[in-house]
């Protein structure tokens, strides 16, 4: 009997076993990360779907989507052989080439070989953007598996850059960050799996010849080669380089003119603005995933393969910071560091979040992920606002383009697409880099100012806030104001007309 009544308290005291691990002080610390880990993952796929939901609705928009992108659509409709070549970007029309030429050309060989117009030209330009941009998520989801981060940790570094707001700013637009960030990424993965100099310079000569912006990886590839001395890698990678950048600005000069070069350099220092760089380094760093890959850099202790990217990382932050002080300046300058921050936080999870110790474990999982749900949260909401607000009767202003129809030329307008959409030549494009030319002193406006005091345009359309807008010198703007009245306006876009002279 005795044995018996032994027997069944040890059976009760195996089943009360887990209860009293369950109730121990510490089991929140056990699970409260796993919780987190789903909530997190759960809203960055909602967000992600958004996204492609909002991105769709972006694509089939009939209307440019920033006013960049109907320039870029332009040139780019003319860059094949026989077609419109670049003018000098000192004289007027003052139209010139903003950024170096491999996306233009790609999007206007890729026009004429479907025999589209300007119009397809654009939807060609949004969905290699769109293509590019699932490219890029998919690199990064492998530089983190070639450099040890396990899959679910690489996934989450692909999800956060894909929910970046850098990444879904330039999804869907027809500009060349995206496409340059996928030969960007294309080179640091060479050089983390395969170290073939000659295909990486290859590589990032199409960087920089799509934009000259994301220099920061070739420039610390070329400082790491010479402090290891490794002078053979280095003559493969800057021969390759230059073969490849050769044969495109030859390429280029052939297709669009010995002006195109123009409009890179008048991308450089037109003053500073500070309180601008304020501004969007602040808004730059209420994204969770950069201040993590700080974060990131100190794990790395910059050694390894995730020592190389964490420099990477500060060098681009670094360079891009400084190049925000630039007056035009604008936050896209930050896509590079928060692609190469999203590696970085999956190196982070890889090598902090898996320590044996609980406790700190478990606290650097709360941390992290605490830092990303607001701003997911955030985003997600920001996504599916937008859907709702995508019939807005700003996008089809029909009257203002009927009218300019109906009006001789030149005409001169503040938003590409009035042009194209109306059957007028574009003059002074893209405005914004025009006017930091005038002003900086870099492009003699007179003869512009000269033209419109004459009454030269026969109609100027601009929208309602263009003075505060600015994309205009300021001599222009009064040179309009004493010589153009309004013909027609609405809510939104203002048709102005020469008045008459006694």
């Given amino acids: 009997m005795i044995t018996k009544l032994k027997k069944g308290n040890r059976k009760l005291m195996k089943m009360r076993k887990p209860l009293k691990e369950l109730l121990h002080k510490d089991w929140w610390l056990k699970y409260l990360p796993v919780i987190l880990l789903g909530v997190v993952l759960c809203l960055l796929l909602f967000h992600t779907a958004a996204s492609l939901v909002e991105w769709y609705y972006q694509w089939e928009n009939p ?7 109907g320039w870029h659509a332009y040139v780019a409709s003319q860059s094949y052989p026989g077609g419109e070549q670049v003018g000098s970007s000192y004289e007027m029309p003052y139209n010139t080439l903003p950024y170096p030429p491999i996306s233009y050309l790609f999007h206007g060989w890729m026009g004429k070989l479907v025999g589209t117009d300007l119009v397809g030209v654009r939807t060609i330009g949004r969905t290699t953007s769109l293509l590019m941009t699932l490219l890029n998520s998919i690199i990064i989801f492998l530089m983190g598996r070639a450099i040890g981060v396990r899959l679910l940790w690489s996934a989450i570094a692909a999800l956060l850059f894909l929910t970046s707001q850098e990444a879904h700013f330039f999804a ?3 500009r060349p960050d995206e496409m340059a960030l996928a030969f960007m990424l294309l080179g640091l993965y060479t050089i983390l799996r395969w170290r073939n100099y000659w295909l990486i310079g290859a590589l990032f000569a199409l960087t920089l ?11 610390v590839l070329t400082v790491t080669l010479l402090t290891q001395r490794d002078f053979r890698s280095l003559l493969k990678f800057l021969a390759s380089g230059c073969l490849v950048g050769l044969l495109i600005f030859a ?15 008048l991308q450089g220092f037109h003053g500073a603005d500070f309180k601008q760089a304020i501004f969007f380094i602040g808004e730059g760093f209420t994204q969770p995933v950069l201040v ?3 974060a990131s850099v100190m794990v790395t202790r910059l050694r390894n393969s995730g020592g190389f990217i964490a420099v990477c990382f500060l060098v681009s932050l670094c360079l891009n910071s400084v190049a925000l002080v630039k007056v035009g300046a604008a936050p896209n300058y930050f896509l590079e560091p928060v692609a190469l921050a999203s590696i970085l936080t999956g190196y982070l999870a890889e090598k902090v979040l898996d320590k044996r110790r609980l406790m700190w474990r478990a606290f650097a999982f709360t941390l992290v992920l605490a830092l990303i749900i607001p701003s997911t949260v955030e985003q997600a909401i920001a ?7 995508r019939g807005d ?9 009927e009218l300019l129809r109906r009006t001789e030329r030149p005409i001169l307008a503040d938003q590409a697409w009035l042009y194209f959409e109306s059957g007028h030549q574009p003059f002074v494009s893209p405005p914004d880099l025009i006017m ?6 870099k492009i003699d406006g007179r003869p512009m100012q000269e033209f419109i005091e004459d009454q030269g345009f026969k109609a100027i359309a601009v929208r309602q806030n263009w003075k505060e807008r600015r994309h205009f010198p300021q001599a222009w703007i009064s040179a309009i104001e004493k010589n153009y009245q309004p013909l027609s306006e609405d809510y939104v876009y203002i048709v102005m007309q020469p008045k008459n002279k006694s």
């Fill in 251 to 265: 390429v280029s000069t052939w297709i669009l003119g010995p002006y195109w070069w123009q409009g890179s350099l």
């Fill in 436 to 441: 930091a030319g005038v002003e900086g002193g």
């Fill in 292 to 294: 993590i890959g700080v």
């Fill in 63 to 69: 209307r440019d989507l920033d006013y960049a992108e």
């Fill in 383 to 389: 996504a599916v606002d937008s859907l709702k607000a």
């Fill in 172 to 174: 869907v637009s027809l």
């Fill in 209 to 219: 010849a799509t934009k000259h912006s994301f220099i920061s990886v070739p420039l």
């Fill in 393 to 401: 009767t700003d996008l089809d202003p029909k009257p203002v383009v």
